[in-house]
C-alpha cells in the first residue's frame, strides 16, 4: 500500500536536492516564469533545438562622448569572427569651426594608421545644388562629408556608418554612411558615402577627426551585429 504525504506534514526544508530522484520533476510542474536569470549560468553554452525568441543578434561593444576641446576620437574594433559587421553611431557631433569630418584606420601589425584610402561623398542640401568629394589611393585620410560638420548646436549632425571586413586581410576594409543634419543656413542636409582602405590588412582601431578646429560635442556607440 502506498502512503501519501500530505504537504501539511513535511518540515520546512525536508526535501533535499538529493532526495530528489533525477528527471523527477517534469516541465508540466514548473509554474511559467520560475526560471529567471538568477536560475541559470549565464555564461553558460546552452544548446537549443528549437527557436529562441527574444535573443538579440546585435551587442552592444562600447560607447564614449567627445566633450569640448577634442581632436579626435579612437575607437577599438573587435577583429575576431564574431561579428558580421560593425555599425557606429554617432550623435549630435559639431565642431569648433565649420569643417570636414575624416576617419582612418589603424593597422594591427604595425600600430600605425593606414594613409592610403579610396572614397567618395555625395551630398544634398535643401535649396542647393548636389555636391560631392572622391580620394583615391595616397589620400592621407578618407574624408566623411563634403559640406562640413558645423560650428553650433543647431548645425550637430548624425551618422551611421557601416563597417565590414575590418578582421581580416584577405579582403579590404569598407566603411559606408549615411548621415544628417543642417547647414548653417537651417536646411536640411543628408550625406552618403564610402571608402575603403587600400592596403589589404587586418584593422584594429580607427579614428574620427575635423580636418581643422576641435570637437565641441559628440556621442557615439559601437554595435556588432553576429553571424547567423
Known amino acids: 500500500m502506498t502512503t501519501k504525504i500530505k504537504s501539511t506534514s513535511l518540515e520546512d526544508n525536508a526535501v533535499t536536492t538529493a532526495k530528489i530522484a533525477s528527471d523527477a520533476v517534469t516541465a508540466a510542474k514548473i509554474p511559467a516564469n520560475a526560471v529567471g536569470s538568477s536560475e541559470l549560468d549565464l555564461t553558460a553554452s546552452y544548446a537549443f533545438s528549437g527557436t529562441v525568441s527574444g535573443a538579440s543578434a546585435v551587442e552592444k561593444i562600447s560607447t564614449g562622448s567627445a566633450g569640448s576641446g577634442v581632436s579626435l576620437i579612437e575607437i577599438d574594433l573587435p577583429t575576431d569572427s564574431k561579428y ?13 569651426t565649420s569643417t570636414d569630418l575624416a576617419i582612418m584606420f589603424r593597422t594591427q601589425t604595425s600600430g600605425s594608421y593606414a594613409t592610403n584610402y579610396t572614397y567618395s561623398n555625395n551630398e544634398r542640401t535643401y535649396g542647393a545644388s548636389p555636391s560631392g568629394a572622391s580620394g583615391t589611393s595616397g589620400s592621407g585620410n578618407a574624408q566623411m562629408s563634403y559640406y562640413n560638420i558645423g560650428d553650433a548646436a543647431v548645425e550637430a549632425a548624425s551618422y551611421n556608418i557601416i563597417i565590414t571586413n575590418n578582421k ?5 576594409t569598407k566603411y559606408f554612411y549615411t548621415a544628417y543634419g543642417l547647414s548653417n543656413s537651417a536646411n536640411a542636409t543628408v550625406r552618403t558615402g564610402g571608402g575603403s582602405v587600400y592596403a589589404l590588412e587586418i584593422n584594429d582601431r580607427l579614428k574620427l577627426f575635423p580636418l581643422s578646429g576641435t570637437m565641441t560635442h559628440g556621442e557615439w556607440a559601437l554595435y556588432g551585429f553576429l553571424r547567423s
Open 84 to 96: 558580421h559587421h560593425l555599425q557606429l553611431n554617432i550623435h549630435d557631433i559639431y565642431n569648433s
Open 168 to 172: 581580416t586581410a584577405s579582403y579590404h
